[in-house]
């Protein structure tokens, strides 16, 4: 499997970067996004992907600089390696506010603790040299404090957990309907509710999408495939709505 560009023009590019997981943990998709020269990754990953995922970027970039960070949520397979992205760029990285005084925790040097910044709970707009990109709020989808990015130019919805696939050999969801069962279980356990996914969804169709790109598994791309998948969060019963009562473990 190679990068692939989701989408290019003279001055913007966004790249899949390579599924570099492997083993126990799980598939995880890294995004980039350059423009004029500058770079945006989006949930980064951890340690195991660290070198090829800054490697991989790296040459991407060439002359131009990596310039922000962004954090979906404060999960290990985001942020786990968010001290090295820090030490070896001049770049901002952006969670929760809910979630900046747990990040520390990962080992954050003195040097970059300063870089590290919040995103407000109703979300907010970021500068990527001149292009700017929208951080809509998603929060319990699955986490408490979650953000979503949408790209105005290329029209990429980065939805993070919300649309994550797993086991599939493809990159490219082709037939909703048959790619269902690979998104299903996870949502309804991961996902809050209901209430929360539609709320989400009349957000969303507020936008003009051509592709949504989660963080784990196939991308949709196609204002019909789009279109679908909205659909279909919107009717999903999930998490509190279908949790079974709590029993003691015997
Ligand atoms: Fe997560």
Redesign the pocket.
Known sequence: MASITLFQNATHRNILLEDFGRGQAVQANQHLIVHDGAGMILDPGGHRVYTRAMSESTALLGDGELKLIFF????P??IAAANGWLMTTEATAWISTLWIRFVPHFGLDQLVIDRLKAIPDEGMRLDLAGSELLVLPAHFL??PG?FQVYDPVSKILYS??LG?SFGMDYQEVRDFGAHIPYMEGFHRR?MASNKVLRAWADMVRGLEIDTIAP?HGAFFHGKEMVRQFIDWCAELSAGVDILPPFRIPR
Request: no cysteine.
């Open positions: 979906s949520h404060q999960d397979d985001i699955h986490s979650n993070g957990d994550a991961y963080q």
